[in-house]
Each structure stands twice: as C-alpha cells, then as structure tokens.
C-alpha cells in the first residue's frame, strides 16, 4: 500500500514495452505542457471515460543521487514528504486527500522519486495545493522528530520487504559486486540499516534545497479534466515556489567486469537459488528492448527455454525469472533460479549456461520473437486503461518525458519491440550475456556454503 | 517544450522569459490562500458500467460489461468448485485441481497451452479460493477469438494425464517446503487453521499439506472435477471492448455444449464455538520482524451488516489514515503498516488485524493493536472521522471501475455471492445511511476481544518473555501449520 522503495525496475514499467498491429493514432495519449517561470514543468493529458484524476509528480533524483554513508535517504526522504507542510499539519495530507475519497502513495528508484494521488475529479485542486504545500513549504514543518518516526518505519520497510523475506537480500549482494563503491549504483534504493540511523535532518535540508526544487520536476495531470482550468490551478498552486539551483551531476566511470565475480549468501532458507547478472544498456538505449525479449524467450511463463528445461523437463528448479534492469545510467540483466529439493546449484548452473549458449549459437525462432512482441503488446493496451497509479497514463508521460524527452512516446516505445529480430536477439545474447563476465550468487542455507556454485564450475 | 492543443497560446504569458509576464503569473499565484484547503466542486455524478445477463440453454449464466476505451476484454470463468469442498483427507485437491487444468487441454499439451496463452498475450490463470474456482483471460479484443477457444479447452477439455499430476504434485510439494521460509505465508496458513480449526470448510490449508499432496492421485482430481465443473454453478463475466450480442454469440459456441449435472450444495457447516483469548506462538528464529494476526470468526458477505462493517474497517484498518496504521505505523514507528479486513466469504469469514512488526516491539505492538481494537467498540466513533470514512468509501467509487479488471472484480464479487445486480446503484446511499451507532453496534457484535486468536510468528526468544507480560492469555505453540506442536 503505502510508500515502497520501487522496484518498478524488474516487473514494471521498463520491462513492459509492446507490440502492436493496431492502428497507430490508438496508441497515441494525447497531452498539453507547459513549464512555468520557476521552471516546473507540467503535462496535461484528458480522458473523460471515468470521472477520476491523476496527478503524478517526479522529482529527478533517486538513490543514485545519494552520498556515501547516507544509502537509503532519497527514500527515507519520500516518507519525510509525507510528514506535514507550512499549512498543511502532520496527517492531515493524507486524511484531506482520504475525506475526497482519494488515494496517494510514492516511490523511489535509483534515477527518480514519484508521488502521486488519485481520486474523483473534483479534487484536482485540493491534490494540487497539497503537492504544492510540500514543495515549497516543507522545511520549516520538519523536526528531528518527525524524521525519527520515518526512519523507524522505513526501517520496518527494510525489514519487511528484505530481511525478513527468503532471498531478499540477494539484490543487495549482486550490486555491489557489480558496480565499484564510487558508481551510483552500486548499493539497494532502500540502504542499509547503518547508513538510514545515520541520516540527520541537516541531510533532510540539503536534500530538499538541491533537489526538491521545481526546476527539478514535472507533474502530469491526467483524467476527466478541463485543461484551462487544470492549468490555472497548476499556476495558481506551483507559481510562488522560487525556483532553486540547477541539478549538476558527475557522470560516473563507465562500469565492466574484469572477471567472473563468484559469491556466496548465507540465508534462512531451504532450497537453495542461483543469480546471475551482467553489465548491459541503459533504458531506451540500442538493444535495451531486445533485452527485454531475450528475458522473455529465456524465462518468461511457462512457454520460455529455461521453464521448460529446469522446471518441466529436469525438473531440478521450482522457478525460474529473468529480467532487463534499464536504468538512467546503465543496465543489467539478471537471471535467477531456485533449485528442488534433492537438487543442487551446479546443475541449474550447468543447463542455464547450456542454454544461454543456445540461444547465441542458434538464435531464437520466429514464434519466439513474436510471442514475446505480442505479450508486450498487450500489456503495454492493458497499462492504458488507467490514468493513475504507478505505471498509469499519468505515470508514463512523465517516465518517457524524463527518459527520452518527449511524453507522448507511447507508440515509439512500442515501435522500439516491433522492430527486434531474431538476429539482434541472437547478437545481444552474444554480446551481453556470452562475452562478458558476470556476478554469480549463490544463496544457500545458513550453514551450507559448499552448496554453492564454485568458481569455474562451468564447462 | 512542445505545447498543442487548446492551451497554445499561454506559453507567451507565462513561460520563462518576459520579465512582465513572469511577474504577473508570480502576482496570480501570490494571492493564493495556503491557510485552508481549496473548497472543492461537487464531486462528479456515478457513472458506473451496466451488467447484463442471459443464460444458456444448458444452464450457464452470462454476464456482459461493456467498455469500449481501451481493445481488451477480461473473460472469467466462475466454477463452483472452491477449497471448501476439499475431501478431508485431501486439502488442497481444489486448487490443485484448477492448477491442473492448465497442465494439458483440448489438443495441446501443458507448454502448448502455456506456449498458445503467450502469443495470445493472454494472460490465463485458473486458480481456486475457498468459496469458488475461477479460469480467467485477459486478451487484446483482436485476439479474443483465440483466447476463447483456449479457454474453454481449458475449462472443458482438460487432459489430467498422468504424468502432468505427477509433475505438479512433484512441483507443488516443493513449493511446499518454499513456502515454510516465508513468515507471512505461515501465518496466513497457520491463522485460519486456528479460528476454524480442521473440521471446519475454511480451517484446512488451501494448497495442501506434504501428506496430502504426495498422496494427491489423477482419479481423485478427475472425480472432483466430474463432480464441480458444471455449468450450473458457473458463471462467466466479460467486461471489455465487447457487446451483450457479441459476447453471447461466443459464449454460446464454445460452452453450450458444457454437460450439466448436479453439483453438491455447498457445506453449510456451523463457525466453531469462540475459544478464550490466547497467544499461538510460531517460532521463527533469527526473525526481523514478528508477522501478527489478531482475530477470530466474522459473519458471511451476505450479512445486511455488511456496509456498516465496510464503514468500521475503514475507520479501524482498511486505508492509510485507518486507526491501527496510524497508531502502529505513524505514532510509533512500529511496523511499515498495519491493517484489518472482514474477509468476504459465503460462509461466515474471518476478521483479521495484521502487521509485521520490529521483533524488539512485538509487546508493545499488540498492546496497541488490542487498545484500538477495544476502544473501537467502546466509545463513539467522532462525527469527523465517521465521515471521512464514508467518503473515502463513496467517492472513491467509480475509480474502482476504471478498468476491466477493477470493474471485473466488482462485479465478480456481485455473482459469487449472489448479491443483487444492481447492488452498486444503492451502494453510496446504504453507505451514507450508516451513523456512529451502527458502527459501534456492529464492532461489539463482531469485534470481540474476549475470543481473539492472536498468531505471532517471530523469534520466539526474543518475543515470548514480553509476551507473556502481556497477561492478555495463555501462550500456546504451534508449528508452520498453526498445528499443535507434538
């Protein structure tokens, strides 16, 4: 429900890329914008077939941004924004927002922090002046206090959502084998325990001051509206907040592995599950959606290469998932599986390799490719049918607007699918998954490291 | 940045560059008054999708949900052939059963099946809960044609061949041992087995035990699905890019040949008598975190109680703002949230509390939760928060129903327990209607401390002494299947 750490990353949102025969304005989403003199910008988009609104605002920073020693503070600081404004006291965000009958939540990813709040048509002014409240009015409302509380239940989060679930540290142990200590993406958007006890409200300050800034935002507004009014109120509300410094960012070192990276993690589970990852692409980079197809010819449903070979046929796995992770500043492509009971890591290991190999020498075939393209397809029709929401049409205009400069990329995105082949699915196999090294993580129960894949184990 | 539509003109006004133009915008929005939330228009007029119905010559009841902006059609097969109909010495037969009619079906084998659903893009579940089985497509309309014709291959032609039993029960047992590392999964198995208790229809695991599952044969799931998977008892709902004509002329041609034949009535079995307020304790160690479940027997969907209940859980545990997340989550920090459903079955269901808590505060968590979950009965619900509640719950309406799946599940919860079909167009009025009496009424009628089964599954070492301090009842200990500990 509320206020997660986004992994909208793996399932979500960049993954989800279409296919699609339907004539081309059916993908169109249209949409108005403008930028105000503090340098907001907004994007208005109309839909009338339900009375709702959405409004969607990102702020352009994630945990990329953060320093070292402060891991998990962009998202401890969405919670923070929660927290009460100049004239909007602790709580009553969210019981306004309730008592019109709408619904609000917020996520953090590595490149972006997302808000939104959506409800019946009518409220578009009381989302707007609370939005707006937070954005320029936050600092003086925030205490010591209120960013203990948070840091107690993002804690929780962390808890709930990692430590205490089977393998959920995984994702922690491949990206700082990944990435070196000085790339941005080398630990979790949640941190760690250490670095969120460490986080002061002097943090909060200069957090809000460098990055919460209107110049450092953009907020759609979808659904049943009526653009010149939605504008006024957009003006009305945002216009007085000063605009702050410019964003400068360091380009980090580009990243490679110079050898196979082999690590082991202990944990409080019984079978046992094997993680490989790669360096590849950025989001909407070349390849980034044949990536997305390679994931899905390899492990996705119960139709792919490995379900089949380690779960049907071998019958050596429970599961096996696959994924393109595009983000702001690279990519990685991971592939995970979990071995039966009786069954040990080696033999996973053993027949993904095999398979993976497969797929570079032989490419995959023209059904393969086209089942991906029409499983992106439709979930990127079903994706329309609502404004709101993460991953809604509000959501989206501000994802493809900040990614690749344009709101309205929904038929490009789809177009970017259409186009993979069989060939470019055989050479990213090659060239992402074959030739580079990787991370392999074993996660074994506590007590048994020698189930862990060995280095070298493959032929 | 590109501006079309009506709006072109007003960039000049109020984009970056003229002095005076700035200024005039930062004049406008000068005059904003931050000290009271703006006074909002009425909310908009209810506009809610229509459902029809026909029936099939065999006895099958169509339901058709048109909505035409976006080209894709959710399809749901409603059986009734639910958990509650488990052989007692086969939990878990029902769902197997539904897993398996994916597993091989009409001319295709199992990946063949999974291989057609995937070029589709339909997504095709077939799963079971307690009270139903449902098989369901969500397709591009273009692609309904084929969806339906797997559907049905799916729903009536389903090949149960040897060795794809013996392939999922291999499966499922392994999910089994998977699902024993997963706190919150154990205490979702280990709770209702405690308020129902076994004999009861609702008190067994839904996806089996070990035992059961090894022991799962192809003619018990053959005979259970000669038994259940009936036209009689079915229902299938379309809600999409698709009209009443259209959606029965397809319906017709692929399920009027569906065999009827007499299904079972559903068990009528009585709730167990309360049990006095006791702690189950699961241990769990080396836990983060303690996953709490406070409750015992609730009454069925169908209870005219029901819309006051809709009231008191949101004012207790049903949104953000609710009494238990902002007491647990945003006064003490104590939890990521903290929630309470009256869960909606055709029998009497279950009421929960929920949370997973820091194990250091697992104590003081359930002192919190049992205060508000006295104090919800014992004073008055305020005017302010009763009505906050009800609109949250009223205006929040027709967003439900933005999509085909939203408005599916709706509807779908219409049909499973034989609510009135125009149930949603009395909706916001039965809602408004219900005052701070009702909600007190019906929190001491259902709400009942004295016979709280409270599940905690955490570190049994670092919880049990705090616990026990508690004095709120006797700590008993179960295992990872809420069974007693031999």
């Known amino acids: 429900m509320p206020r997660n750490a986004a992994v909208l990353i793996a399932l979500g949102l960049l993954s989800v890329g279409p296919t699609i025969r339907l004539p081309a304005q059916s993908l169109r989403v249209p949409y108005q914008t403008f930028t105000l003199p503090n340098g907001l910008q907004v994007i208005l988009h109309e839909d009338h077939s339900v009375p709702v609104v959405a409004v969607n605002t990102w702020f352009h920073v994630g945990s990329a941004d953060e320093q070292p020693g402060r891991t998990g503070f962009a998202h401890l600081f969405e919670h923070i924004m929660f927290m009460g404004s100049r004239h909007v006291p602790t709580g009553e965000f969210d019981r306004q927002l309730e008592a019109a009958g709408a619904d609000n939540n917020g996520s953090t990813t590595e490149d972006r922090t997302n808000y939104y709040e959506d409800g019946p048509a009518n409220a578009l002014a009381l989302m707007l002046y609370l939005d707006s409240d937070r954005m320029g009015f936050l600092l003086p409302e925030i205490t010591p206090e209120k960013v203990e509380l948070q840091r107690g239940v993002v804690e929780n989060e962390r808890r709930q959502s990692y430590e205490n679930r089977p393998y959920g540290l995984a994702d922690e142990n491949i990206l700082k084998r990944l990435y070196p200590s000085n790339h941005p993406y080398n630990w979790p958007v949640i941190g760690s325990m250490a670095d969120l006890e460490a986080a002061t409200i002097e943090d909060v300050r200069r957090f809000f001051q460098t990055y919460y800034t209107p110049n450092n935002a953009t907020v759609a507004i979808a659904g049943d509206i009526a653009p010149r009014e939605a504008r006024r109120l957009a003006e009305r509300y945002f216009g007085d907040i000063p605009r702050g410094p410019a964003v400068t960012r360091t380009p980090p070192p580009a990243v490679r592995l110079d050898a196979d990276v082999y690590a082991t993690l202990e944990d409080r589970v019984q079978l046992p599950r094997v993680y490989h990852a790669w360096h590849t692409v950025k989001a909407f980079a070349d390849d980034d959606a044949t990536l997305d197809v390679v994931a899905n010819v390899l492990a996705g449903g119960r139709s792919s290469r490995l379900y089949r070979r380690l779960v049907y046929d071998l019958q050596i796995a429970t599961d096996v998932v696959a994924f393109q992770d595009g983000g702001r500043i690279d990519g990685k492509f991971e592939l995970s599986a979990t071995a039966r009971p009786g069954h040990d890591l080696a033999e996973l290991h053993r027949v993904i390799d095999e398979e993976v190999k497969k797929l570079a020498d032989e490419g995959p075939t023209p059904r393969e490719v086209e089942r991906a393209q029409n499983g992106f397809e439709a979930q990127f029709l079903s994706r329309l049918e609502r404004v709101g929401g993460f991953g809604g049409k509000a959501d989206q205009l501000n994802l493809y607007n900040y990614f690749v400069g344009t709101p309205d990329y929904f038929q490009k995105d789809l177009d970017r699918y259409r186009r993979v082949t069989r060939a470019a699915v055989q050479r990213a196999v090659r060239t992402y998954l074959v030739a580079p090294h990787r991370v392999v993580l074993s996660v074994v129960p506590q007590g048994k490291p020698e189930l862990a894949v060995k280095a070298g184990a493959t032929p | ?486």
């Open chain 2, 1 to 486: 940045m590109k501006t079309v539509g009506r709006l072109g003109g007003w960039p000049v006004r109020c984009a970056a560059a003229a002095f005076l133009t700035a200024y005039a915008c930062n004049r406008l929005a000068a005059q904003v008054d931050r000290t009271k939330p703006p006074t909002l228009p009425p909310p908009p007029a209810l506009k809610l999708p229509v459902i029809q119905t026909a029936t099939l010559e065999n006895g099958l009841t169509l339901a058709v949900v048109e909505m035409h902006k976006v080209p894709v059609v959710d399809v749901q097969v409603m059986v009734d052939a639910g958990a509650a109909r488990d052989l007692a010495d086969a939990p878990g037969l029902a769902t197997f059963t539904a897993a398996m009619l994916q597993q091989g079906a009409g001319t295709r084998g199992a990946l063949e099946v999974a291989d057609e659903a995937a070029f589709l893009g339909a997504e095709l579940n077939t799963t079971a809960s307690f009270d139903g089985a449902v098989a369901s497509v969500h397709v591009p309309k273009r692609r309904l044609d084929g969806a339906l014709d797997l559907l049905a291959d799916v729903v009536l032609r389903p090949a149960f061949s040897d060795s794809e039993v013996a392939r999922q029960r291999e499966l499922r047992g392994a999910q089994l041992v998977q699902q024993r590392d997963e706190p919150v999964a154990v205490a979702n198995i280990a709770f209702p087995a405690i308020v129902f208790g076994a004999a009861h229809p609702y008190g067994h695991p839904l996806n089996g035990t070990d035992a059961a599952t090894a022991a799962l044969a192809r003619q018990r799931v053959v005979d259970f699905y000669r038994t259940y998977y009936r036209p009689a008892g079915a229902r299938i709902l379309i809600v999409g890019d698709v009209n009443l004509a259209e959606a029965r002329r397809l319906v017709a041609a692929r399920f009027g040949g569906w065999e009827r034949g007499d299904v079972p009535v559903f068990p009528a079995a009585a709730a167990p008598a309360p049990a006095a307020r006791a702690v189950y304790l699961i241990d769990k160690p080396g836990a983060a975190q303690s996953v709490i479940r406070i409750g015992h027997v609730g009454p069925p969907r169908t209870t005219p109680d029901w819309y006051a209940l809709d009231v008191l859980n949101t004012i207790l545990g049903g949104a953000f703002t609710s009494r238990l997340n902002q007491n647990l989550r945003e006064t003490h920090g104590y939890t990521y949230g903290a929630f309470s459903q009256f869960a909606a079955r055709r029998l009497s269901g279950a009421f929960v509390a929920l949370a997973s808590v820091v194990t250091a505060k697992t104590d003081s968590s359930l002192i919190e939760f049992l205060k508000e979950l006295r104090r919800i009965r014992d004073e008055p619900v305020p005017a302010a928060e009763l009505a906050k509640a009800k609109a949250y719950v009223t205006l929040g309406l027709p967003g439900e129903f933005e999509t085909t799946s939203g408005a599916a599940a709706r509807f779908r919860e219409l049909l499973a327990f034989g609510l009135p079909l125009d149930y949603y167009d009395h909706y916001i009025e039965r809602i408004n209607a219900v005052t701070a009496d009702d909600v007190q009424r019906v929190a001491r009628r259902y709400i009942d401390p004295d016979h709280f089964d409270i599940v905690v599954v955490g570190d049994r070492s670092q919880i049990e002494t705090g616990i026990k301090a508690l004095n709120e009842g006797p700590i008993m200990y179960r295992d990872v299947w809420g069974q007693e500990i031999k």
